[in-house]
């Protein structure tokens, strides 16, 4: 990031003129001055400081008025930030306005984005960044363990405090809020989307299958899965192994909600217990309704087999409208949704509770959040970014200062992901680094038969042992 360095030495060098004046001024060739004289050269000096006071303040302020009430010094500034990628209405939405703020506030600020897809790549550059002390000014990356040792280092910003300085904080839905926190409730990190999961359907499927209405329980799921099954479709597309660890935490959610895999990965309580191996037991027999090879399958290629009738359901989230919806982000027409279904009466969570999120938050340096430049161009971009989201295709985490141009489904979605009572935290990023990859590894072994849930069981509790609890 360009600092204000060049302001600094101008500063100092102001400052440095000022002591030498100070000394010489009003002196005697002996070092004394009459007091006559000293009053006067006092006199002057203060009516010069006034004048110069009275001229810097006029300045700034017109500066203020110049560039639509956001002061900048107007020097060079880069802010340097490791992202996910260049698609998506999120980061279309803020190259416009980092656009907006060069043209109507600072000409010379520039933003660096490196786009690193993958995970492990993105996670282990920034990992070495930070152990040389070069953190990138933004990055992309999950409040998880690593998250916290830079957060424990001070090493990181307090999102919060900045929403708080600035004002903003209320803008937020609370989940926009609360998703990228601590354990202590810090928000310390930034939501770009209101993100909400759940599964798409093909009507067309359902209705050659009879099925009249969609699951409201984990029960009815499998009814209608074994009535798919029946016609011969698939009756649940699945992809990748980070899907199928939201099916293993649908049934301890609803008996628990965050409260197993919280004290799970703590190693307060083992996989092993009842809530765990009820986990587990839900993806052995849910498993048999997935199409084969669906370790290796890619996510475009297997929604498609809902879009084209050839699977009845797809787990996913609002993020995929751009395949399940129409241009005018309402639903195609052989497509529904429905949410999470619930276990059954003595469920800890509420039905309409389940998995809503910001996205992969951002989080900011501590060294960048303490820039001027950067809270005047943090404070703009809030002022715009809402309203800018409907327009890019996606739902804003805060509130928009207008409901205009948002089609009829996102105009539901999010009034589901503002009203919602909780949210399920993604066991992947609540458990440690290498707990989360035998989590990944392990869990598919489920459904092909390879591990029976006991087992599956036991080789995450000695995960945690390894991992945490030495």
């Not at 503002?418 to 680094?433: E, H, L, P, T």
């Amino acid at each position: 990031m360009k600092r204000r360095t060049v302001m600094s030495i101008l500063l100092s060098f102001a400052l440095a003129i000022g002591l030498l004046a100070g000394c010489g001024g009003g002196e005697s060739a002996d070092g004394t001055g009459t007091e006559t004289e000293t009053e006067a050269a006092d006199d002057d000096t203060a009516a010069e400081t006034t004048a110069a006071d009275t001229e810097a303040e006029a300045g700034s302020e017109a500066a203020a008025t110049e560039n639509g009430g956001y002061p900048t010094t107007g020097e060079e500034y880069e802010i340097y930030y490791i992202a996910i990628s260049e698609t998506g209405g999120q980061i279309q939405n803020l190259l416009d306005i980092v656009e907006m703020y060069k043209e109507q506030v600072n000409p010379n600020f520039t933003m660096t984005i490196e786009y690193i897809t993958d995970q492990q790549a993105r996670n282990q550059k920034i990992r070495t960044l930070a152990a040389s002390n070069e953190l990138p000014d933004w990055f992309t990356c999950d409040i998880d363990s690593f998250f916290n040792e830079l957060w424990d280092a001070g090493m990181v910003a307090n999102i919060g405090d900045i929403y708080d300085q600035l004002g903003i904080r209320d803008n937020f839905y609370p989940i926009s809020l609360n998703y990228p926190s601590t354990d202590e409730g810090e928000v310390c990190g930034i939501s770009w989307q209101s993100q909400s999961e759940f599964f798409y359907y093909n009507k067309d499927v359902f209705e050659a299958a009879h099925i009249d209405s969609v699951p409201k329980t984990m029960d009815e799921l499998f009814e209608v899965c074994q009535k798919i099954q029946e016609t011969g479709k698939v009756p649940i597309a699945m992809d990748g192994a980070w899907r199928l660890l939201r099916f293993l935490a649908f049934v301890p959610y609803r008996m628990t909600g965050n409260e197993f895999i919280e004290a799970a990965a703590a190693g307060s309580q083992p996989f092993s217990s009842e809530v765990g191996l009820a986990g587990a037991q839900f993806i052995e027999d849910i498993g048999q309704y997935f199409q084969k090879g669906w370790t290796t399958a890619d996510s475009t290629t297997v929604a498609q087999l809902v879009v084209n009738g050839d699977a009845g359901m797809y787990y996913s989230g609002s993020w995929d409208l751009n395949i399940f919806g129409k241009e005018n982000m309402e639903l195609l027409d052989n497509i529904g949704i429905f949410t999470l279904p619930a276990l059954g009466a003595d469920d800890a969570t509420a039905p309409t509770d389940g998995f809503y999120n910001g996205g992969t938050p951002t989080v900011i340096s501590a060294e960048c959040a303490a820039e001027e430049e950067f809270m005047n161009f943090f404070r703009f971009l809030w002022d715009h970014y809402n309203d800018g989201a409907f327009e890019h295709g996606y739902l804003p985490p805060g509130k928009p200062s207008s409901m205009e141009g948002a089609s009829e489904l996102q105009k539901e979605l999010l009034n589901n992901y503002a009203n919602a009572g909780s949210f399920a935290k993604c066991w992947d990023v609540v458990a440690d680094v290498a707990t989360s990859e035998v989590l990944l590894n392990e869990t598919p072994s489920l459904t092909l038969g390879d591990l029976t849930p006991e087992e599956w069981a036991a080789r995450l509790d000695e995960a945690i042992k390894q991992n945490v609890q030495q």
